[in-house]
Nanobody
Framework: QVQLVESGGGFVQAGGSLRLSCAAS???????LGWFRQAPGKEREFVAA????????YYGNSMQGRVAISREYAKKSVYLQMNNLTAGDAARYYC??????????????????WGQGTQVTVSS
């Protein structure tokens, strides 16, 4: 059973940065870990993902150029560095794990485990 715990959300001024963390347990070797976000009244949106085994990354369009995903293999953790944040980035950010290889890991349906999320608020 995979468990995911996010941290690092909070309040930030527009133009600022945040680094989100996701601590994972129970991962399989070939797992992919991803970050999604969801604002009130909007669909869950893909931000970025990383293959745990080899560090292959995937990025969505919404934050491309302002976000970087990385992993720390020994700590079983994945990080999302977000820069130059705007009010449009305010959302709840979720860490997710894909443990069954198949669907390309850029949509929510590709993932079978989810964390509880961490809230990001951006003040203008």
């Amino acid at each position: 059973q995979v468990q995911l715990v996010e941290s690092g959300g909070g309040f930030v001024q527009a133009g600022g940065s945040l680094r989100l963390s996701c601590a994972a347990s129970g991962l399989t070797f070939g797992a992919v870990l991803g970050w999604f976000r969801q604002a009130p009244g909007k669909e869950r949106e893909f931000v970025a993902a990383i293959r745990y085994r080899d560090g292959t990354t995937y990025y969505g369009n919404s934050m491309q150029g302002r976000v970087a995903i990385s992993r720390e293999y020994a700590k079983k953790s994945v990080y999302l560095q977000m820069n130059n944040l705007t009010a449009g980035d305010a959302a709840r950010y979720y860490c997710a794990a894909q443990t069954v290889v198949g669907e390309r890991p850029v949509t929510a349906t590709a993932y079978n485990f989810w964390g509880q999320g961490t809230q990001v608020t951006v003040s203008s």
